[in-house]
T-cell receptor, first 112, second 116 residues
Framework: KQEVTQIPAALSVPEGENLVLNCSFTDSAIYNLQWFRQDPGKGLTSLLLIQSSQREQTSGRLNASLDKSSGRSTLYIAASQPGDSATYLC???????????FGQGTTLQVKP | DTGVSQDPRHKITKRGQNVTFRCDPISEHNRLYWYRQTLGQGPEFLTY????????KSRLLSDRFSAERPKGSFSTLEIQRTEQGDSAMYLC??????????????FGPGTRLTVL
């Protein structure tokens, strides 16, 4: 059974810092991995998707990496801003149905 | 470009009542998913449709829950005889399954259910 863990559960940084969010999964037989952002009381916004054959994806200040053999993914945020404050969720996609298994999220606070 | 929409956005009901939620996926997306999220947790998979066929249901989906996707377009999720433990955010997502595609899922704003 696939299990997804995100560490740390919460993170507070000053504006301008570069930071890394971690995601680990127990079964390396994945189809893809998605990173999402969730603002309080809102739905999920897709940030980056990495297919199982890829090693990383980049969008603006965000870079996500995937190492299937070690069961790990990282989300790197460069030059953090107060507007980046949100919960970041990692989700692993299965091969057959595409259903996502989520971690519990990392709540990020960027202080001005 | 219209994203995934859900209705209602909030629902307050009394224990024992039935509720129904609606999800309209992105047009041309043939896959539709329902998830449930409780406070402080990541979403949990409930069920999945490919076109009009319901292909997988989680063990979380008790017999009080039923989902449909008639004609492979919008979907409804009904909860009968609601319990306080059903209070959660119900999220809908859609994706386009295609050969060699990435199956990226796009989520709606969710329906917040409160059972009193």
């Amino acid at each position: 059974k696939q299990e997804v863990t995100q560490i740390p559960a919460a993170l507070s940084v000053p504006e301008g810092e570069n930071l890394v969010l971690n995601c680990s999964f127990t079964d390396s037989a994945i189809y893809n991995l998605q990173w999402f952002r969730q603002d309080p009381g809102k739905g999920l916004t897709s940030l980056l998707l990495i297919q199982s054959s890829q090693r990383e994806q980049t969008s603006g200040r965000l870079n996500a990496s995937l190492d299937k053999s070690s069961g790990r993914s990282t989300l790197y945020i460069a030059a953090s801003q107060p507007g980046d404050s949100a919960t970041y969720l990692c989700a692993v996609g299965s091969s057959n149905t595409g259903k996502l298994i989520f971690g519990q999220g990392t709540t990020l606070q960027v202080k001005p | 470009d219209t994203g995934v929409s859900q209705d209602p956005r909030h629902k307050i009901t009394k224990r024992g009542q039935n509720v129904t939620f609606r999800c309209d996926p992105i047009s041309e997306h043939n896959r539709l998913y329902w998830y449930r999220q409780t406070l402080g947790q990541g979403p949990e998979f409930l069920t999945y449709f490919q076109n009009e066929a319901q292909l997988e249901k989680s063990r979380l989906l008790s017999d009080r829950f039923s989902a449909e996707r008639p004609k492979g377009s919008f979907s409804t999720l009904e909860i009968q005889r609601t319990e306080q433990g059903d209070s959660a955010m119900y999220l809908c997502a859609s994706s386009r399954e295609r050969l060699g595609g990435d199956n990226e899922q796009f989520f709606g704003p969710g329906t917040r259910l409160t059972v009193l």
